[in-house]
């Protein structure tokens, strides 16, 4: 089992160097060797996970060669083009935890608590407040905001039970993580979508974020009728259990440095990011992982923790890289199909399907369902990601007649309502391992609801937007 591990580790390490090196010096042979380090990597995380555990991954691979089989283009090159089809985002997951490092390094959440007080005193303050907080953390941590933030909730609410209180926990985390993927620059779906379907990086983000502002606004008013039907009065609650936590908090002077600081670490990655991207024009996914290694190295630099550095590496190494082995496999499982299926106009076919029904329905065009093509994918038990590489894999071969960052628009918003709903995927059962409640209530029934209010509310905003341009 070590060695299976031990090759699991080294096949992900190559792989990833060799992504950034042949970015910036092409080698024919060290391509093929990259390659081959993802075969490593699909074979390794098979062994290690098990056949009973790795059946997506697998599942991915197999219709992906079957595919190639039926279509008669079976060959080695074909393997060599599925390996390499997802090198971006395997060297960008490989990468992107590396900023939860930083967050760990001093109790930041805690500071902004404490000097945030006054803006969090009652039920609706506190709500949007956790749901911009989520938005923030989403940056640094991804989905594991998620538990990240909840237990932060639960901390102040911990003496709070039932099912009334879960929703009002549950669904500030949930559908703020959801609309995340709408506009947050290192979330790799979000990066993936726009990439590939060419779209605008500034007109994204911004159409994104005036989206997930709407939504929050939105899930708001649904907090709000949501416990006056439970019959709480979480003002009351809340203004109590603050006034206890802010008698045992650090001195103010500290508490204020932490929060610039944090606002700081923000500022200069997400700045960075575009900086770099601006002037030199260097893909996202490979302007962010060379970005957040360098960042996240110059705060250990100056907070003068080589040590803690090397141990959160070495940590990393050992058990991270173990951890995200599935998710890489599954995106290596997903190139080679997504490689096939290129081959086989399985996309135009698709599209066809979408124009045949739009000519029987004539008010009815493609981005109305799309997002029901990524809902459904979710609900197969797909997460966010996947669904994105295999639906925007496949647009890319195909010219739609719509602004890509409209269709980059219409693909998040099923991948936020696939989050919010599918007990089947990450961030769902991330929620219900920390609250106890199963995944068809902290999806379905928490949020039903307001995923059909939003889907109309973004659909309205899409359909606008055509006319208009």
Same mark, same amino acid.
């Given at each position: 089992?070590?060695?299976?591990?031990?090759?699991?580790?080294?096949?992900?390490?190559?792989?990833?160097?060799?992504?950034?090196?042949?970015?910036?010096?092409?080698?024919?042979?060290?391509?093929?060797?990259?390659? %081959?380090?993802?075969?490593?990597?699909?074979?390794?995380?098979?062994?290690?996970? #098990?056949?009973?555990?790795?059946?997506?991954?697998?599942?991915?691979?197999?219709?992906?060669?079957?595919?190639?089989?039926?279509?008669?283009?079976?060959?080695?090159?074909?393997?060599? @083009?599925?390996?390499?089809?997802?090198?971006?985002?395997?060297?960008?997951? !490989?990468?992107?935890?590396?900023?939860?490092?930083?967050?760990?390094?001093?109790?930041?959440?805690?500071?902004?608590?404490?000097?945030?007080?006054?803006?969090?005193?009652?039920?609706?303050?506190?709500?949007?407040?956790?749901?911009?907080?989520?938005?923030?953390?989403?940056?640094?941590?991804?989905?594991?905001?998620?538990?990240?933030?909840?237990?932060?909730?639960?901390?102040?609410? $911990?003496?709070? $039970?039932?099912?009334?209180?879960?929703?009002?926990?549950?669904?500030?985390?949930?559908?703020?993580?959801?609309?995340?993927?709408?506009?947050?620059?290192?979330?790799?779906?979000?990066?993936?979508?726009?990439?590939?379907?060419?779209?605008?990086?500034?007109?994204?983000?911004?159409?994104?974020?005036?989206? @997930?502002?709407?939504?929050?606004?939105?899930?708001?008013?649904?907090?709000?009728?949501?416990? #006056? $039907?439970?019959?709480?009065?979480?003002?009351?609650?809340?203004?109590? #259990?603050?006034?206890?936590?802010?008698?045992?908090?650090?001195?103010?002077?500290?508490?204020?440095?932490?929060?610039?600081?944090?606002?700081?670490?923000?500022?200069?990655?997400?700045?960075?990011?575009?900086?770099?991207?601006?002037?030199?024009?260097?893909?996202?996914?490979?302007? !962010?992982?060379?970005?957040?290694?360098?960042?996240?190295?110059?705060?250990?630099?100056?907070?003068?923790?080589?040590?803690?550095?090397?141990?959160?590496?070495?940590?990393?190494?050992?058990?991270?890289?173990?951890?995200?082995?599935?998710?890489?496999?599954?995106?290596?499982?997903?190139?080679?199909?997504?490689?096939?299926?290129?081959?086989?106009?399985?996309?135009?076919?698709?599209?066809?399907?979408?124009?045949?029904?739009?000519?029987?329905?004539?008010?009815?065009?493609?981005?109305?369902?799309?997002?029901?093509?990524?809902? *459904?994918?979710?609900?197969?038990?797909?997460?966010?990601?996947?669904?994105?590489?295999?639906?925007?894999?496949? *647009?890319? /071969? %195909?010219?739609?007649?719509?602004?890509?960052?409209? %269709?980059?628009?219409?693909?998040?918003?099923?991948?936020?309502? /696939?989050?919010?709903? /599918?007990?089947?995927?990450?961030?769902?059962?991330?929620?219900?391992?920390?609250?106890?409640?199963?995944?068809?209530?902290?999806?379905?029934?928490?949020?039903?609801?307001?995923? !059909?209010?939003?889907?109309?509310?973004?659909?309205?905003?899409?359909?606008?937007? %055509?006319?208009?341009?």
């Amino acid at each position: 089992m070590n060695i299976i591990a031990y090759g699991l580790r080294i096949a992900t390490v190559i792989y990833a160097l060799l992504h950034f090196i042949t970015y910036f010096f092409t080698s024919d042979i060290l391509l093929v060797i990259q390659a %081959i380090s993802g075969f490593g990597i699909l074979l390794f995380a098979l062994l290690h996970f #098990k056949l009973t555990r790795f059946k997506l991954p697998l599942m991915l691979f197999l219709i992906g060669i079957g595919v190639l089989f039926y279509t008669n283009h079976f060959s080695l090159a074909d393997l060599y @083009a599925g390996f390499l089809q997802m090198r971006n985002i395997i060297g960008l997951l !490989i990468i992107v935890p590396m900023i939860s490092w930083v967050l760990r390094g001093e109790p930041y959440m805690e500071a902004i608590l404490s000097q945030a007080h006054h803006a969090i005193d009652t039920s609706k303050k506190f709500y949007f407040a956790v749901m911009v907080f989520t938005q923030v953390i989403s940056y640094f941590l991804l989905f594991g905001a998620i538990p990240m933030v909840y237990q932060f909730i639960n901390g102040i609410l $911990k003496d709070e $039970k039932g099912e009334g209180w879960e929703n009002f926990k549950g669904t500030a985390v949930l559908r703020s993580f959801a609309l995340s993927t709408m506009w947050v620059v290192s979330i790799p779906s979000f990066i993936f979508a726009v990439e590939t379907m060419k779209a605008s990086l500034w007109l994204a983000i911004l159409q994104g974020l005036l989206i @997930a502002v709407l939504g929050i606004g939105l899930s708001v008013a649904f907090s709000t009728k949501q416990e #006056k $039907k439970y019959g709480l009065n979480i003002t009351s609650v809340l203004q109590v #259990k603050i006034a206890g936590i802010l008698r045992g908090s650090t001195s103010s002077k500290i508490n204020r440095k932490l929060v610039m600081e944090f606002l700081l670490l923000f500022i200069t990655l997400f700045g960075t990011i575009f900086a770099l991207h601006g002037i030199f024009s260097l893909e996202l996914m490979i302007t !962010i992982p060379i970005v957040i290694f360098f960042w996240s190295l110059l705060y250990y630099g100056i907070k003068r923790r080589p040590g803690k550095f090397m141990e959160e590496a070495q940590h990393y190494t050992k058990e991270g890289m173990l951890r995200q082995s599935y998710q890489l496999s599954i995106m290596l499982g997903a190139g080679v199909l997504i490689s096939a299926l290129n081959q086989t106009g399985f996309g135009t076919a698709v599209v066809d399907g979408v124009y045949y029904l739009q000519g029987h329905i004539p008010f009815l065009n493609f981005l109305y369902l799309l997002p029901f093509i990524v809902i *459904l994918l979710g609900f197969l038990g797909l997460g966010p990601l996947t669904v994105m590489v295999l639906v925007a894999g496949i *647009l890319e /071969s %195909i010219a739609l007649p719509y602004p890509p960052e409209l %269709i980059v628009l219409a693909v998040t918003s099923g991948s936020v309502i /696939s989050i919010l709903l /599918s007990p089947l995927i990450m961030p769902v059962i991330v929620l219900s391992a920390s609250n106890g409640l199963n995944g068809f209530k902290n999806g379905i029934k928490f949020n039903l609801g307001y995923a !059909i209010v939003f889907y109309i509310l973004v659909q309205c905003y899409i359909q606008t937007m %055509i006319h208009i341009l």
